[in-house]
């Protein structure tokens, strides 16, 4: 499948070309040391790019965590603070025991190729490629979405993409089409050509400089590829979780498992002992998570919401942790994006009701 070396030179030539035209820059562009490269990285999984610049996450990342020591010896709560909205937190967790490694096990040596890029925790084999040739010129290719599908529609590939076997074929293909003079700047442009130009829908291919080599061009075909594997609906559950006040103050518990271990979330009816129809529903949205569409219900003690007793709830102490929505600037410790949303809306609810709450 890897064209000529001729016609491979005038590729790269061309692809490079449009991205020191075209390219956008990030601020992991300009500072492309290794932990810079690899938190940016490990941030863009799962997360657009926008979310990640435009909500300051990153650059409120690099002044709280400004290097591998910082972030080894930061507090948990404090990193799941700075990951919250971005969701998927293991990816914080595996960044700081990375950093952890790095700073403690390695005395400050960071990993010199791919292959040690891949021993580190949490990094897959799309991110130790991305550290390596962006941060550290090693010629190696990169393969995510974007990637798969400039490749499938490039090369006409008519079997379906995100297999095993195509993730193979496709590394295999990246490695080849790298430039070793500028493997970052190449991985970083083929990308972008994805995600700008190779679109989803309504590729733009007469602005595209690999227009001229490209298979599913000639034949037609752009319309038609990439062949993806029809994803299953994704399955309901409800969740029914309740208010619970003391004053002003609600109740969250501490999570315990892995996926949001640390943060805090509202407590179920049932673990709280509440019967079915015994309180009132007072909110209720959907929120998707893994494989599941979630329906989550929220309860309240009366429909008044303000002023009801509370008993004490069946929490130990320590998994306890009451939080004052009105408190000014809303610095409560990290929390899942659901309670959380359901807090916020719980604020506005209790505003609305009582305009000289504080
Ligand atoms: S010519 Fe069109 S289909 Fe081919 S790689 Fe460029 S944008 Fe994609």
Redesign the pocket.
């Known amino acids: 499948m890897v064209p000529d070396k001729e016609t491979l030179n005038s590729l790269r030539e061309a692809l490079l070309l449009w991205f020191d035209g075209e390219g956008r820059r990030y601020p992991w562009r300009d500072d492309r040391s290794p932990y810079s490269v690899l938190v940016s990285e490990f941030m863009l999984q799962q997360t657009r790019i926008a979310t990640v610049l435009d909500r300051g996450y990153y650059t409120n990342w690099m002044r709280a965590f400004p290097d591998w020591d910082a972030l080894a010896q930061a507090p948990e709560p404090d990193i799941l603070k700075a990951w919250e909205g971005l969701g998927y937190y293991n990816r914080a967790r595996n960044l700081q025991k990375t950093a952890q490694v790095i700073s403690g096990e390695r005395d400050g040596i960071v990993p010199k190729c791919r292959a040690e890029w891949l021993q580190m925790p949490g990094v897959g084999a799309y991110t130790a490629a991305a550290v390596a040739s962006i941060a550290m010129g090693e010629t190696c290719g990169v393969v995510d979405g974007n990637v798969e599908r ?1 490749f499938a ?2 090369f006409s590939y008519d079997q379906p993409i995100a297999t095993p076997a195509s993730k193979k074929l496709f590394q295999d293909i990246s490695d080849q089409l790298v430039c070793p003079a500028r493997p970052g700047d190449w991985n970083a442009a083929i990308m972008e050509l994805g995600q700008f ?2 679109t989803r829908s309504k ?3 007469s602005d ?1 400089p ?2 001229g080599g ?1 298979q ?2 000639r034949r037609g075909e ?1 319309e038609r590829l990439p062949v993806k594997i029809k994803k299953p609906a994704p399955e309901r559950k409800r969740e029914q979780v309740g208010l619970c006040r003391k004053g002003n103050l609600v109740l969250f518990v501490k999570e315990t498992s892995s996926r949001r271990k640390g943060l805090l979330r509202l407590p179920s009816l049932e673990e709280l002992g509440i019967a079915e129809g015994t309180w009132v529903q007072v909110d209720h949205f959907d929120y998707a998570i893994t494989k599941y569409k979630v329906d989550l219900e929220v309860f309240c003690q009366g429909t008044r919401e303000y002023d009801p007793s509370v008993n004490e709830p069946p929490f130990d102490q320590e998994e306890q942790c009451w939080i004052d929505p009105f408190q000014a600037g809303r610095d409560w410790p990290a929390m899942g994006a659901p309670y959380k949303k359901a807090l916020l809306r719980h604020l506005e609810r209790q505003q609305e009701m009582f305009p000289d709450i504080r």
């Open positions: 400039v529609r490039f130009v190779c590729p733009r291919c595209c690999l227009q490209c599913a061009l752009v």
